[in-house]
């Protein structure tokens, strides 16, 4: 799972930020505010991996077991996935 081009994060006023860019901001019109959490998902999911790669990659940065990483990131691809932002 991939999260789909035409996205870009940015750091505006120490917030994380994901605006449309190009073509997509036609199609997507607003922007997504993230926690740090969600930053860091946000960035895992720029790549095609799945989400146990996901849950790995929470687990060995943050102190968090492996269920509340795993429920979180579902969570997050859940939203990804209503707003149509992923490619699967």
């Known amino acids: 799972m991939k999260i789909k081009d035409g996205f870009a994060k940015r750091n505006i006023a120490g917030e994380e930020i994901v605006v449309p860019v190009g073509k997509t901001a036609k199609n997507f019109n607003g922007m997504i505010t993230l926690n740090e ?3 860091f998902f946000w ?14 990659m929470v687990t060995d940065e943050y102190e968090v077991d492996e269920e ?6 579902q969570n997050f691809v859940k939203m990804l996935k ?7």
Do not use: P, Y
């Open 37 to 39: 959490s969600g930053a």
């Open 82 to 88: 209503d707003n149509d932002l992923v490619v699967e």
């Open 68 to 73: 509340t990483a795993r429920r979180d990131i």
């Open 43 to 56: 960035d895992c999911f720029c790549n095609d991996i799945s989400i146990d790669d996901a849950v790995k």
